[in-house]
């Protein structure tokens, strides 16, 4: 049964590829904008390297791309154990009558846990020793303003070396944060150590949504309750998941925001003041490339790296450092055992390796900078105080910057369609000299493309490729002054991980709010199912507001729940010295991880505000229908009236509706009825204006349109799914691909589960959307399975979010044979007792008590012939050039006999 009707297909065109997002961002540079208290744009905070080495190469970078050292791998604990040789044996200390508070140097100084901490080990010994040696055992330039005691310390819990004496790996997690403590403790005890902070615990995997936010309670938190009275900023990892072979898992974008609004409202609970974030490693975990360096592998972090950046940016107030993970020249990586090459995070390369007698030790020179550098050029200039920037979607982030005769102006795209943005310059452009633009173009399989010009004119619109990253420069002929003041503050509650029940008010109070003139949204921070609503009731003082369906990055779909904040815009007029927010979702299932209000408020009120309007989308295909809806995004300074249109070709009108909306920004959903079907043709138009109540025509305040929409009939697709040429006969490993044939109605679950004749061995699960197509899905089991006989692979599509008893269709293969996969064996044909050697073969194999000559065949799985060929006396046969997997080799057209390529 066919099961895309009409109504669920117009519903879901705002995800085909047919939509694409229309963008318009206001620059106002006569406005100087706060974050708290902070307005310059400290660089030392973000644009800092993965190391803490001062060579001349360093030094080049330092001054030439305005870059300060960032994180390296030494300290307190490391040095005892170089001296000692045992993990908690410390050295001499030096007696001394220095009380003076010690100088430090900016960057953060980390160590590996297996050379701090042991479960049995005296904590107030080991902080006694880092305090020691952070006073009298380095100079200025070897003391960081950061002591991180531990790098990733959670993660490695379970090891070995830490499990005999602790085999619980929680407790041991628990150990380690008291460990931090202590460290935090003592050093606050310390007045010559007062300019150094003590940070943690790096966290490696912050998926705090797991397992109903089980993860936060047993590590975040955790860390917060036992180590945090005494920790002077947080420290997290976050990383994009760039998989150049299947599917990325990105942090970028909502996820990561929602990940530090959470540490952030805690730290509001428990101390009544927010403390700062050490985001000591930030970027993309590359998968799916080739072994050895490229540019393009170099390069395809970057773009998380920026996209990561963009967010902290608006968190420079609540920011002790950032850092993102590129690197220092890594030598200790180029060795023999990784055939010389290079670290993909690195920023320097050698050009010339030459390997000595100590295979850890090649002589390496001639450095050269990665593809990575280009991140440093595309930022080195930006500098100064911020501006009032705002886009109108929250895939295209926005940074912007004045001092002296320059502005900058920083624009990302987040999202994976091409975006065209408006450039709104609210202040105008008068006295402008020159316009620099820099660009950072990074792609899957192609070389980045970094571009640094001069434009002959101020562009009105740009067009930003997915994952595109631009600086503009714009030079004036006298120094900026700014004429008003607007100030970013944001209000926590105590309340936080609130369940959520259908139907039921979360009530959230925010008091003592400064209002005023200027702009307002609720960050809502949600972890829930894939299958149930991001989109509740929510009402401010009793107005209820528009949840936007768009957020920051990409859906998630490919994680198993969706954890992100959503931005909600509403008029700061709702707002009270006293507010009650609440929020009611239709279905229950998840949590309200965080709620957090930002109000931005003009020091001289600002009056006169634009009245604008927008599509949110734009739409250029649609099915055959008498009737379409349509969003429109609108701002008006009073009430004021919208009129939606819809046009045939050749401009007829064949639909419009007025309607009257209130003072302030929203969304409308306006439908309109056709007086007949739509025809074919790709020719329609939709067009919205906002103007004053009762005008006519011609008084317009502002408009948008989208022209060329296609209209042809819509596509029915069922949920089906089956194995395409899955093959019955296999080796035995730990990894198998399957391709499937698939059609999906809307987006849908397709899971691959591979089973013995009796039990469960593993599964996969993928997201395929809406149509039809062959997937490619891997499962990865735990061992390779026995050789024999009964084994079975199993699919089945779904709805996202369900289980294997929601399937919709399913398909098996049974009788599957799997075959040895590391025996070397001889094949025998029951023909002149010609025989085989060997099987698993690699290059080649050689038929022996061959007397004359022979016809052979090789044929793949598909069973497309490889290889047909006479061979005499002697001969082998040469399959080095073969892909791994299985092979059927007959001789003289005798029954096919198969054989595995290695």
């Given at each position: 049964m066919k099961t895309l009707h009409f109504i669920l297909g117009v519903m879901m065109l705002l995800s085909l590829p047919s939509v694409t997002a229309q963008t318009k961002v206001d620059i106002d540079m006569s406005t100087e904008r706060y974050l708290g208290t902070v307005s310059d744009l400290d660089r030392t905070k973000y644009f800092t390297i993965h190391s803490n080495s001062n060579d001349a190469d360093h030094q080049k970078l330092y001054k030439d791309?305005?870059?300060?050292?960032?994180?390296?791998?030494?300290?307190?604990?490391?040095?005892?154990?170089?001296?000692?040789?045992?993990?908690?044996?410390y050295p001499e200390y030096i007696a001394s009558d220095n009380t003076s508070e010690r100088n430090v140097s900016r960057f953060v100084a980390t160590e590996h846990p297996r050379n701090v901490v042991r479960y049995d080990l005296d904590k107030e010994k080991g902080a006694a020793w880092a305090a020691e040696y952070y006073k009298n055992h380095v100079n200025d330039s070897g003391r960081p303003e950061f002591f991180e005691p531990m790098n990733e310390p959670f993660v490695h819990s379970g090891d070995a070396v830490f499990s005999e004496q602790q085999p619980d790996a929680q407790k041991m997690r628990i150990r380690m944060a008291e460990w931090f403590g202590a460290i935090g403790k003592k050093f606050d005890e310390t007045p010559e150590l007062s300019k150094m902070k003590v940070i943690g615990?790096?966290?490696?995997?912050?998926?705090?949504?797991?397992?109903?936010?089980?993860?936060?309670?047993?590590?975040?938190?955790?860390?917060?309750?036992?180590?945090?009275?005494?920790?002077?900023?947080?420290?997290?990892?976050l990383y994009d998941g760039v998989n150049v072979t299947g599917q990325d898992n990105k942090r970028s974008g909502s996820n990561s925001e929602a990940i530090l609004d959470l540490i952030e409202t805690y730290s509001y609970a428990k101390w009544g003041v927010i403390k700062p974030h050490a985001i000591t490693e930030y970027g993309g975990i590359e998968r799916g490339y080739p072994a050895g360096y490229s540019d393009i592998k170099s390069a395809i972090s970057l773009k998380s790296i920026n996209a990561l950046l963009f967010n902290l940016l608006e968190r420079e107030n609540r920011m002790a450092i950032s850092i993102p993970f590129i690197t220092g020249k890594a030598t200790w990586y180029i060795n023999a055992s990784n055939n010389y090459q290079t670290y993909i995070p690195a920023l320097w390369r050698p050009l010339s390796i030459t390997p000595t007698d100590n295979p850890n030790r090649p002589i390496l020179e001639d450095w050269s900078y990665t593809a990575k550098i280009d991140f440093y050029k595309l930022w080195s200039d930006v500098k100064g105080k911020r501006i009032l920037v705002n886009s109108s979607n929250p895939d295209v982030q926005i940074q912007g910057f004045a001092t002296d005769k320059k502005v900058y102006v920083a624009l990302n795209n987040l999202d994976d369609k091409e975006q065209v943005v408006e450039l709104n310059m609210v202040s105008g452009l008068s006295g402008l000299q020159k316009i620099r633009s820099k660009s950072l173009r990074i792609y899957e399989n192609s070389n980045p493309e970094y571009t640094d010009s001069e434009i002959e004119k101020a562009p009105n619109t740009i067009t930003l490729i997915p994952n595109e990253t631009v600086v503009l420069e714009y030079t004036f002929n006298t120094d900026l002054a700014f004429a008003n003041t607007i100030r970013s503050k944001n209000y926590y509650t105590t309340k936080h991980l609130q369940k959520i029940e259908a139907n039921t008010d979360i009530v959230f109070n925010f008091n003592n709010v400064q209002v005023g003139s200027g702009f307002a949204k609720l960050k809502m921070a949600i972890g829930r199912k894939h299958n149930v609503s991001k989109s509740p009731k929510l009402k401010i003082n009793g107005v209820e507001v528009h949840v936007p369906t768009n957020w920051k990055g990409y859906d998630q779909r490919n994680r198993g729940d969706f954890f992100g904040t959503i931005d909600i815009p509403f008029p700061i007029e709702l707002l009270k010295v006293d507010n009650t927010i609440t929020v009611n979702f239709p279905d229950s299932g998840g949590r309200v991880s965080s709620m957090i209000l930002e109000v931005e408020k003009y020091d001289k009120a600002v009056i006169g505000k634009k009245d604008t309007i927008l599509f949110p989308e734009v739409i250029t295909s649609l099915p055959i229908a008498d009737s379409y809806s349509i969003n429109v995004n609108y701002e008006a300074t009073t009430n004021r009236e919208i009129i939606a249109e819809f046009w045939l070709a050749k401009s007829k009108l064949a639909s419009s509706k007025r309607l009257v909306v209130p003072a302030g920004s929203g969304t409308r959903s306006i439908s309109l009825k056709l007086p007949a079907m739509a025809e074919p043709g790709d020719q329609y138009s939709f067009k919205t204006y906002i103007r004053p109540i009762g005008e006519n025509e011609g008084k317009y305040l502002d408009t948008a349109q989208?022209?060329?929409?296609?209209?042809?009939?819509?596509?029915?697709?069922?949920?089906?799914?089956?194995?395409?040429?899955?093959?019955?006969?296999?080796?035995?490993?730990?990894?198998?691909?399957?391709?499937?044939?698939?059609?999906?109605?809307?987006?849908?679950?397709?899971?691959?589960?591979?089973?013995?004749?009796?039990n469960w061995m593993g599964q996969q699960k993928e997201i395929v959307p809406t149509g039809r197509g062959v997937k490619s899905i891997t499962v990865n089991l735990s061992s390779a399975p026995s050789p024999g006989e009964g084994y079975v692979y199993k699919t089945h599509i779904r709805p996202l979010g369900t289980n294997w008893q929601q399937a919709i269709d399913t398909d098996q293969v049974n009788n599957v044979t799997i075959i040895g996969g590391g025996e070397k064996e001889d094949m025998l044909f029951n023909i002149n007792n010609l025989r085989i050697s060997s099987n698993p073969v690699k290059e080649k194999f050689t038929i022996h008590n061959l007397t004359n000559p022979v016809l052979?065949?090789?044929?793949?799985?598909?069973?497309?012939?490889?290889?047909?060929k006479v061979i005499g006396k002697y001969n082998s046969i040469d399959v080095s050039s073969y892909k791994r997997g299985i092979y059927f080799i007959s001789i003289n057209n005798s029954p096919f006999t198969k054989f595995l390529k290695q």
């Amino acid at each position: 049964m066919k099961t895309l009707h009409f109504i669920l297909g117009v519903m879901m065109l705002l995800s085909l590829p047919s939509v694409t997002a229309q963008t318009k961002v206001d620059i106002d540079m006569s406005t100087e904008r706060y974050l708290g208290t902070v307005s310059d744009l400290d660089r030392t905070k973000y644009f800092t390297i993965h190391s803490n080495s001062n060579d001349a190469d360093h030094q080049k970078l330092y001054k030439d791309f305005n870059v300060t050292r960032g994180r390296g791998f030494w300290g307190a604990f490391s040095y005892a154990k170089n001296k000692t040789g045992v993990v908690g044996e410390y050295p001499e200390y030096i007696a001394s009558d220095n009380t003076s508070e010690r100088n430090v140097s900016r960057f953060v100084a980390t160590e590996h846990p297996r050379n701090v901490v042991r479960y049995d080990l005296d904590k107030e010994k080991g902080a006694a020793w880092a305090a020691e040696y952070y006073k009298n055992h380095v100079n200025d330039s070897g003391r960081p303003e950061f002591f991180e005691p531990m790098n990733e310390p959670f993660v490695h819990s379970g090891d070995a070396v830490f499990s005999e004496q602790q085999p619980d790996a929680q407790k041991m997690r628990i150990r380690m944060a008291e460990w931090f403590g202590a460290i935090g403790k003592k050093f606050d005890e310390t007045p010559e150590l007062s300019k150094m902070k003590v940070i943690g615990y790096s966290s490696a995997w912050p998926s705090m949504e797991l397992w109903d936010f089980g993860h936060w309670d047993s590590r975040m938190k955790m860390f917060m309750d036992v180590a945090g009275d005494h920790i002077d900023a947080f420290a997290t990892h976050l990383y994009d998941g760039v998989n150049v072979t299947g599917q990325d898992n990105k942090r970028s974008g909502s996820n990561s925001e929602a990940i530090l609004d959470l540490i952030e409202t805690y730290s509001y609970a428990k101390w009544g003041v927010i403390k700062p974030h050490a985001i000591t490693e930030y970027g993309g975990i590359e998968r799916g490339y080739p072994a050895g360096y490229s540019d393009i592998k170099s390069a395809i972090s970057l773009k998380s790296i920026n996209a990561l950046l963009f967010n902290l940016l608006e968190r420079e107030n609540r920011m002790a450092i950032s850092i993102p993970f590129i690197t220092g020249k890594a030598t200790w990586y180029i060795n023999a055992s990784n055939n010389y090459q290079t670290y993909i995070p690195a920023l320097w390369r050698p050009l010339s390796i030459t390997p000595t007698d100590n295979p850890n030790r090649p002589i390496l020179e001639d450095w050269s900078y990665t593809a990575k550098i280009d991140f440093y050029k595309l930022w080195s200039d930006v500098k100064g105080k911020r501006i009032l920037v705002n886009s109108s979607n929250p895939d295209v982030q926005i940074q912007g910057f004045a001092t002296d005769k320059k502005v900058y102006v920083a624009l990302n795209n987040l999202d994976d369609k091409e975006q065209v943005v408006e450039l709104n310059m609210v202040s105008g452009l008068s006295g402008l000299q020159k316009i620099r633009s820099k660009s950072l173009r990074i792609y899957e399989n192609s070389n980045p493309e970094y571009t640094d010009s001069e434009i002959e004119k101020a562009p009105n619109t740009i067009t930003l490729i997915p994952n595109e990253t631009v600086v503009l420069e714009y030079t004036f002929n006298t120094d900026l002054a700014f004429a008003n003041t607007i100030r970013s503050k944001n209000y926590y509650t105590t309340k936080h991980l609130q369940k959520i029940e259908a139907n039921t008010d979360i009530v959230f109070n925010f008091n003592n709010v400064q209002v005023g003139s200027g702009f307002a949204k609720l960050k809502m921070a949600i972890g829930r199912k894939h299958n149930v609503s991001k989109s509740p009731k929510l009402k401010i003082n009793g107005v209820e507001v528009h949840v936007p369906t768009n957020w920051k990055g990409y859906d998630q779909r490919n994680r198993g729940d969706f954890f992100g904040t959503i931005d909600i815009p509403f008029p700061i007029e709702l707002l009270k010295v006293d507010n009650t927010i609440t929020v009611n979702f239709p279905d229950s299932g998840g949590r309200v991880s965080s709620m957090i209000l930002e109000v931005e408020k003009y020091d001289k009120a600002v009056i006169g505000k634009k009245d604008t309007i927008l599509f949110p989308e734009v739409i250029t295909s649609l099915p055959i229908a008498d009737s379409y809806s349509i969003n429109v995004n609108y701002e008006a300074t009073t009430n004021r009236e919208i009129i939606a249109e819809f046009w045939l070709a050749k401009s007829k009108l064949a639909s419009s509706k007025r309607l009257v909306v209130p003072a302030g920004s929203g969304t409308r959903s306006i439908s309109l009825k056709l007086p007949a079907m739509a025809e074919p043709g790709d020719q329609y138009s939709f067009k919205t204006y906002i103007r004053p109540i009762g005008e006519n025509e011609g008084k317009y305040l502002d408009t948008a349109q989208i022209d060329n929409i296609v209209i042809s009939e819509i596509i029915e697709y069922d949920d089906l799914v089956s194995f395409k040429d899955a093959p019955t006969t296999i080796p035995s490993t730990t990894s198998y691909s399957f391709n499937l044939d698939y059609e999906a109605s809307t987006d849908r679950e397709i899971v691959v589960e591979f089973w013995s004749a009796t039990n469960w061995m593993g599964q996969q699960k993928e997201i395929v959307p809406t149509g039809r197509g062959v997937k490619s899905i891997t499962v990865n089991l735990s061992s390779a399975p026995s050789p024999g006989e009964g084994y079975v692979y199993k699919t089945h599509i779904r709805p996202l979010g369900t289980n294997w008893q929601q399937a919709i269709d399913t398909d098996q293969v049974n009788n599957v044979t799997i075959i040895g996969g590391g025996e070397k064996e001889d094949m025998l044909f029951n023909i002149n007792n010609l025989r085989i050697s060997s099987n698993p073969v690699k290059e080649k194999f050689t038929i022996h008590n061959l007397t004359n000559p022979v016809l052979i065949q090789v044929s793949n799985l598909k069973g497309q012939k490889v290889l047909s060929k006479v061979i005499g006396k002697y001969n082998s046969i040469d399959v080095s050039s073969y892909k791994r997997g299985i092979y059927f080799i007959s001789i003289n057209n005798s029954p096919f006999t198969k054989f595995l390529k290695q």
